[in-house]
């Protein structure tokens, strides 16, 4: 059994999201939002070959400090990226941040009103029934297998 890296991003990381100072490349970015902490590097990988992100993706978030290795761990039956056992509010903010950080990424100021509708929403089951329009609009903007990453990340962090 080998072992594979889990990266978690950093402080920076945490703030470049929010703030968008460095100009990253919009692949490298969408790889900086789908970093979690919890799934590892072969999962990351595959997400990343799906959106079209560079292969030396993680390198260079490494290299400008936004992420970092947070673990090890044995490749097992079990993917480290299968949902963990949190409460319902710990899901909804964690699928509600998201769901703005990505939609704000793909769509800039034309997100306004999803935004709006997802400021509205209180409980997990306001976030399922926003689940279509996410996705369908995830895949207007910025395509089809995009929108799949995001998808699957959203269904495992309400679930």
């Given at each position: 059994m080998s072992n594979v890296a889990v990266y978690r991003k950093t402080d920076r990381g945490q703030a470049e999201v929010v703030g968008r100072k460095l100009k990253l490349n919009p692949?490298?970015?969408t790889m900086l939002i789908?970093?979690?902490g919890a799934s590892d590097e072969p999962a990351v990988r595959d997400e990343a070959a799906k959106v079209g992100a560079p292969q030396n993706f993680l390198e260079e978030l490494v290299r400008l400090g936004l992420i970092e290795q947070a673990r090890e761990t044995a490749?097992?039956?079990t993917p480290a990226n299968a949902p963990h056992a949190k409460n319902d509010y710990e899901r909804f903010r964690a699928a509600k941040n998201f769901m703005n950080?990505?939609?704000v990424d793909a769509m800039g100021i034309k997100s306004f009103f999803f935004t709006m509708k997802l400021e509205r929403?209180?409980?997990l089951q306001d976030?399922?029934?926003?689940e279509d329009a996410y996705i369908s609009a995830i895949a207007k903007s910025e395509g089809g297998?995009?929108?799949e990453v995001f998808?699957?990340?959203l269904k495992q962090l309400l679930s």
């Open positions: 692949r490298i970015r789908l970093i979690d490749m097992a039956s950080a990505t939609i929403a209180g409980t976030l399922q029934e926003l297998p995009q929108a998808g699957r990340r």
